[in-house]
């Protein structure tokens, strides 16, 4: 495994703890202020508002498993390919998600922070 490949599977590490503990300052510290987040839903969200979200209870990851995962290195950023399984209380409801995401993390400021990440619903199963 690179060092690119470790780092990016200790950042998504990290990323899948603060969602599954619905830690927002966690969370926060790897969100870039331009957060693009699309879940498989076709739902978009902000960094604040994926933050607000998940500190109001509005969407609680019970479960959360990203793998396998694929990293490609371009340039300052990492392009990240995997596939997300959760199960996510939204609404009042327990939901089953699959989906297969894109995410892009690039270094600022001597940091890595999540710019971009997007879903495309899969068959659960």
Same mark, same amino acid.
């Given at each position: 495994?690179?060092?690119?490949?470790?780092?990016?599977?200790?950042?998504?590490?990290?990323?899948? /703890? =603060?969602?599954?503990?619905?830690?927002?300052?966690?969370?926060g510290? @790897?969100?870039?202020? +331009? &957060? *693009?987040? $699309?879940? #498989?839903?076709?739902?978009?969200?902000?960094?604040?508002?994926?933050?607000?979200k998940?500190?109001?209870?509005?969407?609680?990851?019970?479960?959360?498993?990203?793998?396998?995962?694929?990293?490609?290195?371009c340039? /300052? =950023?990492?392009?990240?390919?995997?596939?997300?399984?959760?199960?996510? @209380?939204?609404?009042? +409801? &327990? *939901?089953? $998600?699959? #989906?297969?995401?894109?995410?892009?993390?690039?270094?600022q400021?001597?940091?890595w922070?999540?710019?971009?990440?997007?879903?495309?619903?899969?068959?659960?199963?």
């Open positions: 495994m690179s060092a690119a490949d470790e780092e990016l599977h200790a950042l998504e590490a990290r990323r899948r /703890d =603060a969602m599954l503990a619905g830690d927002v300052l966690a969370l510290e @790897l969100l870039a202020p +331009e &957060l *693009r987040y $699309v879940h #498989s839903t076709g739902t978009v969200d902000s960094r604040e508002s994926l933050l607000h998940l500190a109001a209870g509005a969407i609680a990851y019970r479960e959360l498993e990203l793998a396998p995962l694929t990293v490609t290195p340039g /300052d =950023a990492l392009i990240v390919a995997g596939e997300m399984r959760a199960q996510v @209380l939204r609404g009042g +409801e &327990l *939901r089953q $998600v699959c #989906s297969s995401y894109l995410a892009v993390w690039r270094r400021d001597l940091r922070e999540l710019a971009a990440c997007q879903g495309t619903a899969l068959p659960v199963g």
